[in-house]
């Protein structure tokens, strides 16, 4: 088993990223897992007539990219996602390209934990997502 970074292990500046294009069949299956089912992410006609004219894709669909991240690259596995700060800044839209990133930005050793800028940027590189994770790194 691949065991992830300690706090020892880890340094301020630390990142990782993964990119991800966003789907009919992910916003599709996303609603259905999370119960979401808002016109606005699942019809075009009805998106449409909003400010977005367009479908877009759901928030914490876009989000869920950092969990993947935290919890396979940096720190990695063994990790506890213990908190997340999210600011949704601009609308992602179907077959947007996204680049998720976690940067490491606090490591607080005597109580293990670390805070993560946690950010996502589409195709044309505009933030789209700003945040800040807090996680327990394995021992």
Known sequence: M????????????????SYKRIEDKDVVLFSEVSGDKNPVHLDEEYASTTRFKHRIAHGHLVSSLFSALLGTELPGEGSIYLGQDIRYLKPVYLNDEIRAVVKVVE??????????ETNAYNQNNEMVISGMAEIMPPR
């Not at 691949?2 to 990223?17: Q, R």
């Not at 490591?107 to 993560?116: A, E, P, Q, Y």
């Open 107 to 116: 490591l607080d050793t005597t109580r293990n934990r670390v805070k993560l």
């Open 2 to 17: 691949k065991k992830g970074k300690t706090i020892l292990e880890l340094n301020l500046g630390d990142f990782a990223e």
